[in-house]
């Protein structure tokens, strides 16, 4: 009897400067196929060169485009991840008994990820379980505009070593990601009915903030454990505050083709999930 074989699926646009040690990081499976959606900055040549099978695409949206590439697999199994995070051979090894030795359909991996260059143990970030392993033939994705997830027509479980997320790089990065990150949360509440006020967005910045930084215990990240517990809270705020006036339309609800971020049609792709 053959081994199960693994394909991984990288959505990218201008990762050049990190394309090639994400794929690199993959190297023990059968397939790692890139999807770019039109890179200007060589992302492609950078991919091929790290030994990746790459598809220069459009963007149609992050689901649609993961989907894209779990047509193009060959594997029995498909691994999904973003640019900025980097498979450890602890994970490389678990992932392939899991595979062997299945006892579910899907697996949930946790996350370990870094803010402003600092890894994060707390205030809800770790850890961070999010479906990424899954049959070919019973996957699937979900269709929100921010934060698309992967799906499985099954029974999941989960693997203990995380993936190494390399998250929100710098203040910039943090504080383009909050402007983003409102509004695409502001966009996908819009369209389910949700409903925002001056009140609401006050209380439930507050909320988040307390939530990060009290009860998840987000103090004992020090400083930086405080930087994330208002980040959270100011993205929550705004999210509900961009909704607020979305309904009395003091803010227009953002038309743009699905995948584009509102604000930044050239956003890169692994921000719609963080």
Known sequence: ??????????????????????????????????LDSSSTDGTADVARGAGAEVHVTDWPGYGPQQLRGIAL??????????A????????AA???????QPVADGYRLPR?????????????????????????????????????????DGRRADLRSPIIHYSYRDLDDVLDKLRRYSHGAAR??????????????????????????????GFRDGRMGLVLAIYNAQTTYYKYLRLWMMQQHREPVPRVRPGD???????????LRA
Not at 7 to 21: C, F, G
Not at 112 to 125: A, R
Not at 138 to 147: E, P
Not at 261 to 271: F, H
């Open 94 to 100: 678990e992932i392939r008994t899991a595979i062997e």
């Open 84 to 91: 900025d995070e980097r498979i450890t051979p602890e994970l």
């Open 73 to 82: 697999a060959r594997g029995d199994w498909v691994l999904s991840l973003d």
């Open 112 to 152: 370990f990820s870094s803010f402003c260059g600092e890894f994060i143990h707390h205030g809800g970030w770790r850890p961070d379980y999010t479906l990424r392993l899954v049959r070919r033939e019973r996957a699937g994705f979900t269709d929100h505009f921010l934060h698309a997830h992967m799906t499985v």
């Open 261 to 271: 971020s509102p604000d930044n049609p050239r956003m890169k792709v692994d921000d």
């Open 1 to 34: 009897m053959s081994r199960p074989t693994l394909s991984v699926v990288i959505a990218a646009r201008n990762e050049s400067h990190q394309i090639a040690e994400c794929v690199r990081s993959v190297s023990f499976a059968d397939q790692v196929i890139v």
């Open 188 to 217: 996908d509440g819009f369209e389910r009915g949700q409903s925002g006020s001056l009140a609401r967005a006050l209380a439930s910045g507050a909320w988040a903030f307390l939530r990060t930084y009290v009860l998840r215990q």
